[in-house]
């Protein structure tokens, strides 16, 4: 079992940054494909961007490229989402995700509890 501690989210003007980090407790961290995730209210869970086990990464929104960046840290195990430039738009709750495989099978077997992010116009 692994678990998934998400933070850094809060409330941000348009135009900020926040980091979000979340800490696995998975002994392999390194073995595992990581990603955010994020649902806004009224929508369905989105995928943000994902890190795959050997250093790949994705951003899947097409909002967030340019703006949102995916990095893990192995030895902390630690997996962060840098959002620069926010928008109104960026508001939801975030979660982090984890697997082994996950990068090819598209789906994540371990999930954070969510942080909120919350960005005023």
């Known amino acids: 079992q692994v678990q998934l501690v998400e933070s850094g989210g809060g409330l941000v003007q348009a135009g900020g940054s926040l980091r979000l980090s979340c800490e696995a407790s998975?002994?392999?961290?390194?073995?595992?494909?990581m990603a955010w995730f994020r649902q806004a209210p009224g929508k369905e869970r989105e995928s943000v961007a994902s890190s795959r086990w050997d250093g790949p990464t994705i951003t899947y929104v097409d909002s967030a490229k340019g703006r949102f960046t995916i990095s893990r840290d192995n030895a902390k195990k630690t997996v962060y989402l840098q959002m620069n430039s926010l928008k109104p738009e960026d508001t939801a709750v975030y979660y982090c995700?984890?697997?082994?495989?996950?990068?090819?099978?598209?789906?994540?077997?371990?999930w954070g509890q969510g942080t909120q992010v919350t960005v005023s116009s």
């Open positions: 998975a002994r392999t961290f390194s073995s595992y494909d």
């Open positions: 995700a984890a697997g082994v495989g996950s990068w090819t099978r598209n789906k994540y077997d371990y």
